[in-house]
């Protein structure tokens, strides 16, 4: 009971403070180790290499052998002859330089891998009470925002100590007098330390890979359509990859090994530089970016994979673009579609390859035959 009286006293006592210096939480020591790997019969180096090209073909193959059983020709955005008939790539030729562009990629993520400082561990609470101090120093705001928006904070904290004394701490600036350790110093309250942590891991990795979203798209964007514009990056880089008029999941990464390091490699690994991830990040990059890929070119249009509902730039969307008629559009890749909605390069015409736009003309023409037949009747 006596301690409760005092923390109210103390609240009453934020409630008269409106600006004010105080001191703020002592940040805790920390030590540095060197991090262990994270599976222990693989090191995070060669975990980062293996991932994308094991995630590649487990993938790619699975949707392989959906695609030569015939389990959803409902989805299909292609029939299988068109496959055999339409591609001017064997299934081998696409095999062996996927192979290709990989081991190119493994030897430039060794690279990068290389060049990345030592994983180390230890300051997670320190890197925490940071974002904590932050937050405390950002409630020192708070009785100027209310102030200009005609509302007395000293009134309101007042009001608020006796019932709720965090709150009217909060309101009076992040104001706690009654927040202390055994031996006196000042301590964050509780929720500053459970934001500070969401803060720390959830939505500072969540905007690391969204830029570096973000940063693959732009690359892929301009330097896929670059490749286009230009004759004669066209002819002698790009027009491999177009030999798949019906693209198929292990041909995503079937391109000139030049473009496919320039592509795909050098602007996933600018992404990860750029947005100072951790090698662990890394790898979950590297293999969201590749599943999405594969995804994109699995000939199939499924109402319920959720890559292909997440964004409209799914494996329809990316089949417009391997056709003649669609060639000169559709360049956005491999997440999302707005620099093609901003640039005016994405495609408007009447033509789908979409299983629903088959089923619909193939139920006109057989309404209109079922017409014909009527008549002649």
């Not at 105080?22 to 805790?28: E, H, Q, S, V, Y």
């Not at 991932?51 to 052998?65: N, Q, R």
């Not at 964050?188 to 891991?201: N, V």
Request: proline share 5%; charged share 15%; hydrophobic share 45%.
């Amino acid at each position: 009971m006596g301690n409760d009286t005092s923390i109210a006293a103390a609240a009453a006592m934020a409630a008269n403070y409106t600006l004010f210096e105080t001191a703020l939480p002592p940040l805790p020591e920390y030590t540095l180790e060197p991090q262990g790997d994270l599976l222990s019969w693989i090191s995070d180096f060669w975990l980062s290499l293996v991932v994308p090209v094991v995630v590649y073909w487990i993938l790619s193959l699975t949707f392989h052998a959906i695609d030569v059983a015939d389990i959803f020709p409902q989805y299909r955005l292609h029939t299988p002859d068109e496959i055999t008939k339409r591609n001017h790539a064997t299934r081998y030729e696409v095999a062996r330089d996927v192979i290709l562009q990989q081991a190119i990629q493994v030897a430039t993520g060794a690279v990068l891998a290389l060049t990345e400082p030592p994983e180390m561990t230890g300051k997670v609470d320190y890197d925490i009470a940071v974002w904590a101090t932050r937050i405390r120093l950002a409630q020192r705001a708070l009785p100027t925002i209310l102030g200009t928006l005609g509302l007395n904070t000293t009134a309101i904290s007042k009001n608020l100590a006796d019932s709720y004394p965090i709150l009217a701490g909060a309101v009076a600036g992040g104001y706690y007098p009654f927040l202390t350790s055994a031996t006196a110093e000042p301590v964050f309250a509780g929720w500053e330390l459970k934001l500070a942590a969401a803060i720390y891991h959830i939505l500072v990795p969540g905007v690391q890979f969204l830029v570096a979203i973000i940063i693959l798209d732009t690359w892929q964007y301009f330097l896929h359509r670059l490749m286009h514009v230009n004759k004669w990056l066209y002819v002698h880089f790009h027009s491999r990859h177009h030999r798949l008029y019906v693209p198929y999941a292990y041909g995503a990464l079937y391109n000139h090994p030049f473009e496919g390091f320039l592509l795909d490699t050098v602007g996933a690994s600018l992404a990860f530089k750029a947005t100072f991830m951790s090698l662990r990040q890394g790898i979950w990059f590297w293999s969201f970016s590749t599943i999405k890929t594969v995804d994109d070119h699995c000939g199939y249009s499924f109402p319920w994979d959720p890559l292909q509902l997440i964004t409209s730039n799914n494996a329809a969307y990316h089949d417009i673009h391997h056709q003649h008629w669609g060639i000169k559009t559709n360049f956005a890749q491999p997440f999302f579609t707005f620099w093609d909605t901003l640039l005016n390069t994405k495609y408007t015409g009447t033509r789908s390859n979409k299983p629903s736009a088959f089923r619909k003309e193939a139920d006109i023409a057989a309404n209109k035959a079922a017409q014909a037949a009527e008549k002649d009747n």
